[in-house]
């Protein structure tokens, strides 16, 4: 089902939009990192975000998918039902905050991509004036790349708690901003989102230095798409979920208690007239015999035959 949500804004995606660009950028310098700052700042934003409105097309396909996403399974964790009934009802309730979440974490993008440009243009002039080797320009990059993908990873964790915490508690955006930071407080979260990432941007990064033909970095670029975008709505819920210690009616303990504690109550009753048919058997073993009523006849004394 979540993978159904969300076909139509992968394909949207792979035509308009490619995923970890922040990474991926650095295979478009085709081995040459002596650029312009202009010519930098096209490869590091790309023709999505130079355009703006495939971003916005994205985005909202993005939002709506998700909407369905989180709402079902919220559904879900609470009735312990799996249905797409009523699909106009979940898109309505949780397509606002997450419409906001999606803005705000695109306007955070920005600026980290902004801070990137600022890093590269900063390291070409430097290296560059050290005549330093292209092969270890590009390894510079590379890695700041990285570090700020990492950053971004970072900063991305709390703010996909804001959207189940408005809609499912229903707290305004300032109150569920401020909770989201302490439900992830102390939890080791990071690399069970980080990681998937990770190889997902290395893939992609692989693709764009392999220069294949562009049919199949679209496809690679629509499964790379729709498996972020299922794994990390699924991973909110669940995480919420278990952060929040909320019930989930949808794990085998919940899906049917009253045949469970009618069960449990018949094997007591049962253990317990065993007990006590064993206990009436031990004891009416060691009652001692009741005397009869009759009392037994005493023989008469002889009497002496003596003559006196």
């Known amino acids: 089902m979540p993978i159904l949500a969300m076909l139509v804004p992968a394909i949207a995606a ?10 991926s950028f650095v295979a478009h310098f085709d081995f040459s990192p002596y650029r312009s700052a202009a010519t930098t700042f096209k490869i590091l934003f790309g023709d999505s975000w130079q355009f703006v409105w495939p971003v ?19 559904r879900h964790f609470r009735t312990g ?9 979940l898109i309505n309730i949780s397509v606002f905050p997450i419409a906001l979440g999606i803005a705000l974490m695109s306007a955070v993008s920005i600026l980290l991509r902004l801070a990137l440009f600022g890093l590269v243009s900063l390291v070409q002039v430097v290296l560059g004036a050290m005549s330093a080797s292209s092969g270890a320009v590009l390894a510079v990059i590379s890695a700041m790349a ?26 305004k955006f300032r109150d569920a901003a401020a909770l989201s930071f302490k439900m992830i407080s102390g ?23 392999l220069q294949v033909h562009i049919a199949i970095a679209c496809a690679v670029s629509f499964v790379i798409f729709l498996f972020t975008n299922v794994y990390t709505t699924v991973y909110t819920m669940i995480v919420f979920y278990d952060i929040s ?7 085998a303990p919940y ?33 001692p015999k009741k005397p009869s009523g009759n009392k037994p006849s005493q023989k008469p004394r002889k009497e002496d035959d003596r003559v006196l």
Request: proline share 4%.
């Open 14 to 23: 792979c035509f308009l939009y490619t995923p970890y660009w922040e990474v």
């Open 56 to 74: 916005i097309v994205v985005a909202a396909l993005q939002a709506v998918g998700a909407a369905v996403i989180m709402s079902a399974i919220d």
């Open 81 to 89: 039902n799996l249905s797409l009934k009523s699909i106009g009802r």
């Open 146 to 171: 990285v570090g700020v993908f990492f950053l971004h990873v970072l900063v991305l964790l709390p703010m996909l708690m804001w959207a189940p915490v408005m809609f499912i508690y229903g707290y």
């Open 187 to 209: 939890k080791k979260l990071l690399w069970s989102l980080l990681l998937p990432m990770l190889i997902c941007a290395g893939l992609q990064l692989l693709i764009g230095f």
């Open 245 to 251: 210690g909320l019930d989930r009616r949808d794990i």
């Open 255 to 287: 899906k049917r208690p009253s045949v469970m504690l009618a069960s449990q109550a018949d094997a007591q009753l049962a253990q317990s007239e065993k007990a006590e048919e064993r206990h009436e058997k031990h004891v009416g073993a060691k009652k």
